[in-house]
């Protein structure tokens, strides 16, 4: 067993007795007897040792030795009192007790004791010990109790001499310190060991910097990117500390031609401000992760990309709904979302699982028209290994399982099917499921969003979709209102879209006022997806300046019935009265004539005067 205490004695008579305390406590310690002068010497003399235990000034001399505990032993009051009985007993009436401070946790005075007067006095090196024993002699002092030094200075004056000895009780606490201090030093090897393989492994570069910028610390990483030559060159820390001393907490910069994001966090102990720690990623290897996470996220359709903040709309009844949808995502209970077809159903789901307390856990989507009936039991509950002939061998989660903990989102609920609604329901009461082909129930935590374009309360009404079931999922419903009743929200809506597919192709495109109003007024039966896709067209053609022939133009390409795709054609050239008559014969074509007023905010009477000037062939019959 490795000695790793080392016992200082004054005394052989102490160092005789200090191996048989360490035998009682099962420990294993060096001992050497030597002065206040050598002390140094023989310490380092033992390279391998951490804690010195010893006493007055052995242990003030073992304190100057760099890396060294020092454990002092203090003078048992047991053992003075029972030499201050000795010395009245033997008829001394004034009595001196002269040594280094450490060995009487600081006592000092005069007192009164077993009828003796009584004196002590502690010095701090071993010519003040010699001069304040010659005082007291000269002072009448008849004995003097004190260390080596004090007991050889008394007995070379002739007074009575006695030597402070430490017995058996404070070694034994001493040697007890000294395994304590050693078993918390291991304990804090340990935790630095560690430290350390955490630092050195984690994909940051690390710096402590003291509040003299100076280095303290850095790990593998933090020497890697900032030595230049090579990896084993001394690293170069002055472009760490310009980063530190400048303003900014978190910030892009180049260190050696390697991009990096530095953050500067600063070091508080004792409220005070100690220092800082600098943590640098590679750019690159960020890249790199994203680009993985989002790869495997994908492949396995278990995350969410929308949030309340890509909702597109100033309309009062947009922001009203958005308010009801963040208050609803603070909440866990099912919700089902009604909408057309491309009123953006899915982008209000997945905002409502980012913004809810289940944001970090998987978001999984299934569109439940897109599954075969047949298949969408094993796709919902999953199976076990050899369920079923074709089974994937092992078995395999069904999206119940893949959604513990987050949301599960049932795009067309109206199209399940009449046997899966019993089972769908059971799951959503008990939060247990149970593969095919397994007897196992395995708990699911899963908040269900489910959207519809059909009326599911007449389907409930009419027997086709189970009534306990749909109370199941409609805890909270948002209907997401479709673009003609929002026409506000389209310009905007449209001109983003316009913008994005703009950049691809290099090209920058700008909606004029008449394309504005134009987009308004349109019907857009395929709602954000038919706008979406309109954009995209008028983005790739050649002009910047986007009018209404152009987004006409592309509509029509997608329905080519002019009239049934809710549009007019108004020529580039033509008095006001030419192309006011061409407004109106568009809106008769396809309008009865009290909604055209409507719709132009004109009465009859003015509608017919207008009629009146239109040649008799354009008046729609």
Not at 51 to 63: C, P, Y
Request: net charge neutral; with cysteine.
């Amino acid at each position: 067993m490795t000695t790793r205490i080392l016992f200082l004695s004054p005394m052989r008579s102490i160092s005789a007795l200090a191996p048989e305390v360490a035998e009682e406590l099962g420990l294993s310690i060096a001992v050497e007897t030597t002065d206040d002068l050598n002390a140094p010497k023989v310490v380092k003399s033992y390279p391998g040792i951490e804690i010195v235990v010893s006493r007055g000034g052995l242990a003030d001399q073992a304190r100057q030795v760099p890396g060294i505990s020092v454990v002092e032993i203090v003078m048992s009051l047991n053992e003075l009192l029972g030499q201050l009985s000795s010395l009245t007993q033997q008829g001394f009436k004034r009595i001196a007790i002269v040594s280094r401070a450490n060995l009487f946790s600081g006592a000092i005075g005069d007192f009164r004791i077993l009828d003796a007067q009584v004196r002590i006095q502690p010095e701090h090196s071993e010519l003040a010990i010699q001069t304040r024993v010659r005082q007291m002699v000269r002072e009448g002092y008849e004995a003097i109790i004190g260390c080596r030094v004090a007991y050889d200075t008394a007995r070379d004056l002739g007074a009575k001499a006695v030597i402070l000895e430490s017995g058996r009780i404070p070694i034994r606490s001493a040697l007890l310190e000294a395994i304590r201090i050693l078993e918390a030093k291991k304990r804090e090897k340990l935790q630095s060991a560690q430290l350390k393989a955490i630092i050195d492994n984690i994909d940051e570069a690390v710096i402590a910097v003291t509040p003299e910028k100076e280095i303290s610390f850095f790990n593998r990483h933090a020497r890697r990117i900032f030595s230049a030559d090579s990896p084993t060159a001394s690293p170069d820390f002055s472009r760490a500390l310009q980063v530190i001393d400048s303003a900014e907490k978190e910030q892009v910069t180049t260190i050696n031609g390697n991009s990096v994001v530095a953050r500067s966090i600063p070091l508080e102990f004792d409220k005070t401000i100690q220092g800082r720690v600098l943590t640098l990623q590679e750019v690159t290897r960020i890249q790199a992760s994203e680009s993985k996470i989002r790869s495997s996220l994908h492949e396995k359709r278990l995350f969410a990309r929308y949030h309340f903040s890509d909702l597109i709309g100033d309309s009062k009844v947009m922001q009203q709904l958005a308010a009801r949808a963040r208050n609803y995502a603070r909440n866990d209970s099912n919700v089902l979302i009604y909408g057309e077809t491309g009123t953006g159903k899915e982008v209000f789901a997945q905002s409502l699982h980012n913004d809810s307390r289940r944001k970090n856990a998987p978001f999984v989507s299934v569109n439940i028209a897109s599954i075969a009936p047949s298949l969408l039991e094993s796709e919902l509950f999953g199976y076990a290994d050899g369920a079923f002939t074709g089974a994937r061998k092992g078995g395999k989660p069904g999206l119940f399982e893949l959604a513990h903990g987050g949301t599960l989102f049932l795009d067309e609920i109206g199209e399940l099917a009449p046997e899966m609604q019993s089972r769908f329901l059971r799951v959503l009461q008990e939060k247990e499921i149970m593969r095919i082909g397994d007897d196992k129930i395995i708990p699911v935590d899963v908040r269900i969003i489910s959207a519809t374009n059909r009326d599911l309360f007449q389907q409930a009404l009419s027997g086709a979709f189970r009534q306990d079931l749909y109370y199941r999922i409609h805890v909270f419903s948002l209907r997401i209102p479709p673009l003609r009743d929002r026409a506000e929200d389209v310009p905007r809506i449209f001109d983003f879209y316009l913008k994005r597919f703009s950049a691809r192709s290099g090209r920058s495109a700008a909606l004029t006022t008449a394309a504005e109003r134009w987009l308004k007024s349109y019907g857009w039966p395929g709602n954000v997806r038919q706008l979406k896709n309109i954009a995209e067209v008028v983005a790739y053609s050649e002009t910047g300046v986007v009018d209404v022939p152009e987004i006409a133009e592309a509509i029509g390409e997608q329905a080519p019935n002019a009239a049934e795709a809710g549009f007019l054609v108004i020529p580039d050239a033509g008095t006001l009265k030419e192309i006011e008559s061409q407004v109106i014969r568009g809106l008769l074509a396809r309008q009865p004539a009290n909604e055209v007023c409507v719709r132009l905010g004109i009465s009859r009477a003015t509608l017919w005067r207008k009629l009146q000037r239109l040649p008799a062939s354009d008046i729609p019959g």
